[in-house]
């Protein structure tokens, strides 16, 4: 496929199917995940797979935002194994890490038929408190996986774009 048309064509799926997703497909989705270009490729993301009823419940406590999908997965990294600057005290890449990963995964879902959706609407330090995380793993987000219920179509908002020269500067 594509690229660009992969990129236009996916987006947030807010309503699952209970059909769950392959295995083959899922380690598909994770290996995204693990060949993404991280900070002095340091690798500090950690990717919790959440399948079970007992995770998927604590997931639904966290956030109204699972939308009934069979997986979801908490992406975090360790703050103790990321690349942190020299020039700017305090900063690392870790989320930026995440993210990154985040959408290779989200793109290799979509592109296997599955939808994603990205959610920010949690309580980190809750998150890590309620599936034990050790203080060095911090959560970034959770990603709802599964294939989209019927009738899902995108947000009103989806194809709408600011102009370039809002976004794009030469210098």
């Known amino acids: 496929m594509d690229f660009l048309k992969l990129a236009k064509d996916r987006f947030s799926v807010r309503a699952f199917s209970d059909k769950a997703i392959e295995q083959k497909k899922l380690d598909k989705i994770i290996e995204a995940g693990m060949v993404a270009p991280t900070a002095a490729n340091l690798q500090p993301v950690r990717i919790y797979v959440m399948k079970s009823e007992d ?8 956030t109204r ?13 360790n703050e103790e194994e990321a690349w942190h600057s020299p020039y700017n005290e305090g900063y690392d890449a870790g989320e930026m890490d995440a993210s990154i990963v985040l959408t290779h995964m989200m793109l290799e879902a979509w592109d296997l038929g599955i939808g994603s959706c990205w959610v920010g ?11 034990g995380l050790p203080a060095e793993i911090k959560p970034v987000a959770i990603m709802p996986l599964g294939y989209a219920a019927g009738g899902t179509k995108p947000s009103p908002m989806h194809s709408t774009f600011r102009d370039k020269s809002e976004l794009v500067t030469e210098m």
């Open 121 to 131: 609407l949690f309580n980190h330090d809750e998150a890590a408190k309620v599936f």
């Open 65 to 77: 935002c699972i939308f009934g999908a069979p997986v979801a997965l908490l992406v975090c990294y």
């Open 55 to 62: 995770s998927l419940k604590k997931m639904n406590a966290l």
